[in-house]
């Protein structure tokens, strides 16, 4: 079990959206959801995060429960629904790129704002885009932002057919950290001449403080309000033993550097880092308190 170290003090982050089982080729199932996978990090580095989604009344959802109890992340702000299952997801690796088939009406869907604790105030909420495809989560995510003064992180995931331009639009244009791969960006942009132009249209658009690109095994790159471009790469020949999940280990960091206030060159460093390390393990969620050490003790967590 992870407890909170004493040195944070700030509010919680919340992550808000899916938790699922990822069900891969060979049978295995593995915890996954890209909000899930990123507060599993956060509880691993002291975090304490408060996690919000939503399962089913079935055995899917009751081991979820039992891993995140297992792994010292609270519960109680995942609700049970009676009539929609735990949400799964059919992936399919080819040439060490994931593929998902996401199927349609899981609890995750249904995430009901009159259940959230109106009490509770955090530093940062996460969110994402597949959960949002339901107007009932959406409604309890709005009702969440709607008494929150923190920052707001979005972390695109443009999962086809559930999404649509315009309101992924408006939720960019309420977020203060955007994050999202390459393709993405191109999808929501008319073409520009280079990534870098690209990335300054993109921000002035939603007025963010800070847009994070990422670019496969080519790393990524950031963009902060003051203009400055920050580019990491992650080192040559690595050992992937799957990419599912690399993106969310990114976010992870990103999140913890901004409840931390590491400047942003030190963040995206750090999240190339860890990113990088997650794709030599299986799945997206790491069960081994061994693997964050090195992290741990490096950025002085502990």
């Known amino acids: 079990m992870i407890e909170q170290s004493k040195q944070y003090n700030k509010q919680q982050i919340a992550l808000f959206g899916e938790v699922l089982m990822d069900?891969?080729?060979?049978?295995?199932?593995?915890?996954?959801?890209?909000?899930?996978?990123?507060?599993?990090?956060?509880?691993?580095?002291?975090?304490?995060?408060?996690?919000?989604?939503?399962?089913?009344?079935?055995?899917?959802?009751?081991?979820?429960?039992?891993?995140?109890?297992?792994?010292?992340?609270?519960?109680?702000s995942v609700q049970t629904d009676p009539d929609y299952p735990t949400g799964t997801v059919k992936v399919t690796i080819n040439k060490d790129e994931p593929s998902y088939e996401i199927l349609a009406d899981q609890a995750y869907d249904f995430i009901a704002a009159e259940q959230l604790n109106p009490a509770n105030s955090y530093s940062i909420i996460y969110h994402g885009t597949l959960a949002l495809r339901n107007s009932i989560s959406e409604q309890a995510l709005n009702?969440?932002?709607?008494?929150?003064?923190?920052?707001?992180?979005?972390?695109?995931?443009?999962r086809a057919p559930w999404w649509h331009k315009e309101p992924v639009d408006q939720w960019l244009s309420k977020a203060d950290w955007v994050k999202l791969n390459h393709d993405e960006l191109m999808q929501l942009l008319p073409p520009q001449n280079t990534?870098?132009?690209?990335?300054?249209?993109?921000?002035?658009?939603?007025?963010?403080?800070?847009?994070?690109?990422?670019?496969?095994?080519?790393?990524?790159?950031?963009?902060?309000?003051?203009?400055?471009?920050?580019?990491?790469?992650?080192?040559?020949?690595?050992?992937?033993?799957?990419?599912?999940?690399?993106?969310?280990?990114?976010?992870?960091?990103?999140?913890?550097?901004?409840?931390?206030?590491?400047?942003?060159?030190?963040?995206?460093?750090?999240?190339?880092?860890?990113?990088?390390?997650l794709v030599s393990q299986r799945g997206a969620t790491v069960q081994d308190l061994s693997f964050y050490q090195t992290f741990i003790h490096a950025w002085n967590l502990d």
């Open 23 to 76: 069900q891969f080729p060979d049978g295995q199932q593995v915890l996954g959801g890209a909000p899930f996978n990123v507060a599993w990090h956060l509880q691993a580095f002291g975090q304490s995060p408060c996690f919000i989604s939503r399962i089913g009344h079935d055995a899917m959802g009751e081991s979820i429960r039992q891993a995140m109890s297992n792994w010292g992340m609270s519960v109680e």
């Open 143 to 158: 009702s969440l932002k709607a008494r929150h003064s923190g920052k707001v992180f979005v972390d695109v995931n443009l």
């Open 195 to 277: 990534l870098q132009d690209a990335m300054r249209l993109f921000l002035t658009q939603h007025d963010l403080d800070v847009l994070i690109v990422t670019c496969g095994s080519s790393g990524a790159m950031a963009l902060n309000n003051a203009g400055a471009f920050f580019e990491v790469t992650p080192e040559g020949n690595l050992p992937i033993a799957d990419t599912v999940g690399a993106g969310d280990a990114f976010s992870a960091v990103l999140l913890l550097g901004m409840q931390l206030d590491w400047p942003l060159p030190v963040t995206m460093e750090r999240a190339q880092t860890f990113a990088s390390a």
